[in-house]
């Protein structure tokens, strides 16, 4: 079949926190996620070493376009060739050319290009990597788990959001860039073996995507992508879901990225004070996808969505008002713990809603924006703040991410989803 690998096995169904199979899945995701961290650290310390800070800025966003450009034809990838195979593959590719870039700056300084090549690759395979990475937990556990699994990959998400900062830092600090970019690319490499003992589910007979050569021409392709959002667009929970999910992500992203380091650069936070407030957000969330691992099951999972995207974009206006650090950390702890649980939530309901042979295409649409278009919002972003100032922005784009708990209300088959446990 063309979805899975020779000699893989029926995934027999049970807690997913005692899952071996899923259990693999979460290291090698976790394995994967820390080496990306680290070398997000090294690529940056290199680019500003061999260039001036806007040649390094340039090399720190190349990425961002082959993602944006390329992310729903690597959903179609993802369910032609199955999941498992997509993400073995592009784990194996981006270990490759990491380690190739540390050899490199170990034997020679080789200047910008080779930085900027390394991050074009990265965003290219991410392109596939990202489809893949969301389509696998439906071919790992059983139905009512995945709740249970989105909630164990977001603790992975924060797991290597603490843990491969410093190593990337430590790495820097014993060997330079060099040395950085091979712990990366080793720790990467550690996912490999983890996810060729992962085994899936095959796909219902009537859910498998053709696997005819006419299948594999370029208009199969296209047509492939045709009908993954037809898909989309005439279900009645995918719809609406995968629209809040870009409200949110819009508004999301530039107040967290480019509009914190100016908020605490105008309340005179400084460093420290930015540390503490992403502390506390980075908390919320983990506290949000630790609660989902407990709960596993969410009855009325649609007026969730809306029940936590609504006050946690309000608390997001807010934090550019905040009167000092502490309220600023409690407020972020709350934004965190909102938007984390309503970002689990979507994520399960993806999962839970779409047909399996469509998973790759739908997590592509779905991460399009967060991971392809909002990243290219940051410039704007810190130009509006330059223009009219902080507050004005944060409420804006509050506005925008609560519009995605609008959306949630108003269309009565997300309202109405549940999730089952």
């Known amino acids: 079949m063309a979805t899975t690998l020779p000699g893989e096995t029926p995934v027999t169904a049970g807690p997913a926190h005692r899952d071996g199979n899923v259990l693999r899945w979460v290291g090698a995701y976790t394995a994967s996620m820390v080496g990306d961290q680290m070398y997000y650290i090294a690529l940056s310390w290199a680019a500003v070493s061999a260039g001036t800070p806007a040649q390094a800025g340039l090399v720190m966003t190349a990425s ?9 034809a690597g959903g179609v990838i993802a369910d032609r060739f199955g999941p498992r195979r997509v993400v073995i593959v592009s784990d194996t590719v981006r270990c490759a050319a990491v380690l190739a870039v540390a050899s490199l700056l170990f034997l020679t300084e080789p200047g910008l290009w080779p930085l900027a090549a390394l991050a ?24 009512d788990q995945l709740a249970r699994v989105q909630g164990m990959r977001g603790l992975a ?48 007979p009537d859910d498998t995507p053709p696997a005819t050569a006419a299948a594999k021409a370029p208009a199969g392709a296209r047509a492939e992508l045709r009908d993954g959002l037809r898909h989309i667009r005439r279900h009645r929970v995918l719809a609406p879901l995968v629209l809040a999910i870009a409200l949110g992500d819009l508004g999301f992203v530039g107040p967290l990225n480019v509009g914190l380091t100016l908020l605490a650069d105008e309340r005179g936070w400084g460093a420290t004070g930015m540390g503490w407030v992403l502390a506390g957000f980075g908390t919320g969330a983990g506290l949000a996808s630790l609660l989902l691992v407990v709960r596993g099951r969410l009855p009325h999972a649609g007026y969730a969505v809306a029940g936590t995207i609504l006050p946690g974009a309000a608390a997001m206006g807010y934090l550019a008002y905040a009167p000092g650090v502490v309220a600023a950390v409690g407020t972020a702890l709350l934004v965190g713990l909102l938007v984390g649980l309503s970002g689990a939530v979507c994520g399960a309901l993806l999962q839970t809603q779409s047909e399996p042979a469509y998973l790759g295409r739908v997590s592509s649409a779905a991460s399009l924006v967060s991971l392809g278009l909002a990243p290219l919002s940051m410039p704007v972003a810190a130009a509006a703040i330059g223009a009219w100032g902080t507050g004005p922005v944060f409420v804006t784009s509050a506005v925008v991410c609560g519009l995605g708990g609008v959306v949630a209300l108003c269309f009565p088959g997300l309202r109405e989803a549940v999730l089952p446990g």
């Open 120 to 143: 074009v690759v990265f965003g290219t395979v991410d392109a596939v990597f990202v489809p893949a990475v969301g389509a696998l937990p439906a071919r790992v556990t059983s139905r």
């Open 64 to 72: 961002a376009v082959p993602r944006a450009l390329l992310m729903l």
């Open 157 to 204: 998400v924060r797991v290597a959001g603490v843990v491969g900062a410093p190593l990337g830092g430590l790495g820097v600090a014993l060997g330079g860039a060099a040395t950085a970019f091979a712990l990366a690319g080793l720790l990467i490499a550690v996912s490999v073996p983890l996810l060729i003992g992962v085994r899936v589910r095959d796909l219902p």
